[in-house]
T-cell receptor
Framework: EPEVTQTPSHQVTQMGQEVILRCVPISNHLYFYWYRQILGQKVEFLVSFYNNEISEKSEIFDDQFSVERPDGSNFTLKIRSTKLEDSAMYFC???????????????FGEGSRLTVL | RKEVEQDPGPFNVPEGATVAFNCTYSNSASQSFFWYRQDCRKEPKLLMSVYSSGNEDGRFTAQLNRASQYISLLIRDSKLSDSATYLCVARSGANNLFFGTGTRLTVIP
């Protein structure tokens, strides 16, 4: 069964350092997302990406964040200068092209746990 | 303002019990609704979509009331494997999902 894969599974970094989280979405999907979940809190939308550009982003996704799909398979989230409050599980997700029968189902990767010290 | 609100629980129920979760959403423009399941420290996975007419999938029944902006999930004959956090989700915008905080269920032997 196709799945979304994410690396690394866990990253520990110092405050102020740059972090890149990587994702390989399901190959025939066209919509890509990053969500985050701070420990004990809800899953929060960060950004959606379609047709090689950001289609929507949340208030959390400020100038410190960026996304890229550099080679047609990887989808990356970069945090330029990490803060303590960026510590969270970051989930990548992908979905099929919106169609009449689109269920809206998103397929999530297992997540990358980021710990900022 | 919270897009989606749920009772966080926890709900502790014996095996075989029926349990119901409720959820409200604030954005009347939300287009679709779902229940996702999240096991401890795992990714969310789709449990079922929620349709206005109500829909059933085995032991699970979901209901949507657009007028009240209210969604529910009923689980009958609870199994130990049903223990998880149940996430109420509303879709709006470019297929973006907005999650509630989740309701934690523990089914006790």
């Amino acid at each position: 069964e196709p799945e979304v894969t994410q690396t690394p599974s866990h990253q520990v970094t110092q405050m102020g350092q740059e972090v890149i989280l990587r994702c390989v979405p399901i190959s025939n999907h066209l919509y890509f997302y990053w969500y985050r979940q701070i420990l004990g809190q809800k899953v929060e939308f960060l950004v959606s990406f379609y047709n090689n550009e950001i289609s929507e982003k949340s208030e959390i996704f400020d100038d410190q964040f960026s996304v890229e799909r550099p080679d047609g398979s990887n989808f990356t989230l970069k945090i330029r200068s990490t803060k303590l409050e960026d510590s969270a599980m970051y989930f990548c997700a992908s979905g099929q092209e919106m169609a009449r029968r689109n269920t809206g189902e998103l397929f999530f990767g297992e997540g990358s746990r980021l710990t900022v010290l | 303002r919270k897009e989606v609100e749920q009772d966080p629980g926890p709900f502790n129920v014996p095996e075989g019990a029926t349990v119901a979760f409720n959820c409200t959403y604030s954005n009347s423009a939300s287009q679709s609704f779902f229940w996702y399941r999240q096991d401890c420290r795992k990714e969310p996975k789709l449990l079922m979509s929620v349709y206005s007419s109500g829909n059933e999938d085995g032991r699970f029944t979901a209901q949507l009331n657009r007028a009240s902006q209210y969604i529910s999930l009923l689980i009958r004959d609870s199994k130990l494997s049903d223990s998880a956090t149940y996430l109420c989700v509303a879709r709006s915008g470019a297929n973006n999902l907005f999650f509630g905080t989740g309701t934690r269920l523990t089914v006790i032997p």
